[in-house]
């Protein structure tokens, strides 16, 4: 793909949990493939784009590693800027047995320019939704159900 051709990024990639469709690797050689492949959306991410990336934990021996925390310095190594962490909230997740059960996930929000004009409007009652623009694609959370509605 040619070098800024894309106003938005979304991803979900593997968390790097050993299930059966990924094969669980050591986290630096993880962090290594997912470096490569940020470096490659920012490539082809416009300067105007948005970049979109959700992320888990990672667990090892007993030890829980947010995973949000080890993409940052990444994705600021892409000379993306950090815009918010969304949090996705939801009812039901893995039942843990020696910790607090995993109920959300972070969806991190990296651009390289930003107007918060363009982007939020929390003009609503209670802020009960907020819609986020981007580039003429409609996303609206609403965090009482904790899910996003895509809208084009």
């Not at 990672?58 to 600021?76: A, H, K, N």
């Not at 059960?101 to 930003?114: A, G, K, N, Q, V």
Request: aromatic residues 14%.
């Amino acid at each position: 793909m040619p070098d800024e051709c894309l106003d938005l990024v979304v991803s979900s990639p593997p968390y790097n949990l050993g299930k059966e469709y990924e094969s669980r690797q050591a986290l630096e050689i993880y962090l290594a493939e997912q470096t490569a492949v940020l470096l490659e959306c920012s490539r082809i991410l416009k300067n105007t784009g948005s970049l979109f990336w959700q992320v888990g934990a990672f667990s090892d021996r007993g030890m829980l590693i947010p995973l949000d925390i080890r993409f940052f310095p990444i994705l600021e190594s892409c000379r993306l800027i950090p815009r918010n962490r969304i949090i996705w909230a939801r009812q039901h997740g893995l039942h843990a047995q020696k910790k607090f059960s995993c109920r959300h996930e972070t969806i991190l929000w990296f651009t390289y320019l930003f107007s918060s004009d363009r982007f939020i409007n929390n003009n609503y009652p209670h802020e009960s939704t907020i819609r986020i623009a981007i580039s003429g694609i409609f996303f609206l959370h609403f965090p009482i159900l904790g899910q996003f509605i895509y809208i084009h």
